[in-house]
């Protein structure tokens, strides 16, 4: 059981009394102190507003009245915020449904549980409770993000303030480093290391993104010949905005600049948003169709996330398909995104194209998409984004590591123990 703290007021919303007072003994056995009950969702609203303190509302879904989805969407309305806890014994596929609108609507959740509830389970939501206060404080300063200007981001590119950080991928079949995807950060001179999030719209609106694409091209190239020289044989993932593939002097410009630094094309993949692929679709086909006939290697990135994506794979001549993390992560514990994941590995296989599976953060996921037969995988249980400086480093601390995570199963219960997960 958890030793966080548990919280102690908690509202009990279910239109069983057996249910309702099953959940109400597993709270005073977990320490809650006070806790109120009510049949509907009427009631508990008038209850949350009677009563403020309440920190946790546990949620059944159908009830008479007011139900769980309305409630949710009643706290919203009327700007409460307790953390809440939905329960219910509906099927998995509806609780995902309410997991990701409650998300969505912004509302703490803690947790989203099949009844019958246990212990534990209870107690590992409510042992989230001080995390998500925590980082509800830490999300919205950090959503905030400092303001930035047009200015600045002239003065950024013209002083070289923007860097490239490369994050590892490497290959399930046989543990090697198969390459990295060069993500943009802006080293500012006050608010320090910032991530693309609180600048590329800035960067996008402003027209300066060439320019960045064009840097990180240059970035790229500069650190894979370095990479090339210290006998590490590795290519560039380079992320491609929406804007700048519909400019038909881009193609130009990129196989001009790969041309002139020696480092042949095969060794650059130039990854696409689906979102990208729907704008200005002539000239967006036509620049990559010449990169593909260059030897430039084409990557659907964020797959899954758009509309229409499996005909997008008819539109684009590419090479290779990056899994969106929505469907790698949590894939192992829930069966409807492990479907999805299937069937984009599928696809891939059929149409013959190179799967990444993104978003890698634990072994769980790594041993699934292993299960699966994905190809290669990205993510924080690998290695987090680093300067390219720091590669070689990194790779001679964690080859072995990476080498270990392919040996069979049994190899780990012998190693660790059964407990290994
Ligand atoms: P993306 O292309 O999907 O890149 C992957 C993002 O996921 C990166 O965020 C990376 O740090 C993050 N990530 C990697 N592994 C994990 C993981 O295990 N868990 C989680 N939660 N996240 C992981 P980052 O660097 O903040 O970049 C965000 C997005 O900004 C990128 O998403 C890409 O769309 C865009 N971007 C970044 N660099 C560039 C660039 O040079 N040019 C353009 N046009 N877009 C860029
Ligand atoms: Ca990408
Ligand atoms: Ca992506």
Redesign the pocket.
């Known amino acids: 059981m958890q030793s966080s703290i548990i919280p102690k007021r908690i509202l009990v919303v279910d239109d069983s009394r057996v249910q309702r007072e099953f959940a109400v003994e597993l709270c005073l056995r977990l320490g809650a102190t006070d806790i109120y009950q009510a049949q509907e969702g009427h009631q508990a609203i008038a209850l949350l507003q009677e009563i403020p303190l309440i920190e946790v509302v546990i949620l059944d879904l159908e009830m008479p009245g007011m139900d769980g989805v309305q409630v949710l969407h009643e706290l919203v309305r009327l700007g409460m915020d307790p953390a809440v806890i939905v329960a219910s014994a509906r099927e998995s596929v509806l609780l995902t449904v309410v997991e990701s609108m409650g998300k969505s609507l912004g509302v703490k959740l803690l947790g989203v549980l099949q009844k019958p509830l246990t212990l534990d389970q209870l107690a590992s939501s409510l042992g989230r409770f001080a995390a998500v206060q925590h980082r509800d404080a830490f999300q919205v300063m950090a959503e905030m993000g400092p303001e930035l200007t047009e200015h600045e981001v002239m003065v950024a590119l013209r002083e070289q303030q923007f860097c490239?950080?490369f994050?590892p991928k490497v290959s399930l079949q046989d543990g090697r480093l198969s390459g990295v995807?060069?993500?943009?950060?802006w080293k500012h001179p006050t608010h320090g290391l910032l991530?693309?999030?609180h600048f590329?719209d800035l960067v996008e609106r402003t027209d300066n993104?060439p320019a960045?694409?064009m840097l990180?091209l240059d970035l790229s190239l500069r650190q894979c010949q370095q990479w090339h020289a210290e006998g590490l044989m590795i290519g560039v993932s380079?992320?491609?905005?929406a804007r700048?593939l519909a400019d038909s002097k881009l193609a130009d410009a990129i196989i001009e600049r790969v041309a002139a630094s020696g480092i042949a094309p095969h060794y650059l993949m130039l990854?696409i948003?689906e979102s990208a692929l729907m704008t200005d679709l002539a000239i967006t086909q036509g620049t990559l169709a010449r990169l593909r006939l260059k030897g430039f290697g084409l990557s659907v990135?964020?797959y899954g996330t758009g509309f229409s994506c499996m005909l997008q794979l008819s539109r684009v001549p590419c090479s290779e398909l990056k899994v969106?993390?929505a469907f790698v992560?949590g894939a192992s514990e829930n069966v409807h995104l492990r479907i999805l994941l299937e069937s984009a590995l599928d696809i891939a296989r059929r149409l013959n194209l190179k799967v990444v599976a993104?978003?890698?953060?634990t072994h769980k996921d790594w041993a699934l998409l292993r299960e699966l037969g994905c190809d290669e995988v990205?993510?924080?249980?690998v290695a987090?984004?680093m300067p390219g400086e720091a590669l070689l480093l990194w790779w001679s601390a964690n080859q072995q590591r990476i080498q270990k995570l392919l040996k069979p199963e049994g190899f780990f219960r012998r190693m660790f123990g059964s407990g290994f997960s």
């Not at 995807?181 to 950060?185: C, D, G, K, P, T």
């Not at 993104?358 to 953060?361: I, L, P, T, W």
């Not at 990205?378 to 249980?381: L, P, S, T």
């Open positions: 490239a950080y994050q995807e060069a993500l943009v950060r991530q693309p999030g590329l993104m960045i694409t990180m380079i992320n491609l905005s700048s990854e948003t990135d964020d969106d993390r992560n993104e978003g890698v953060e990205q993510g924080y249980f987090k984004p």
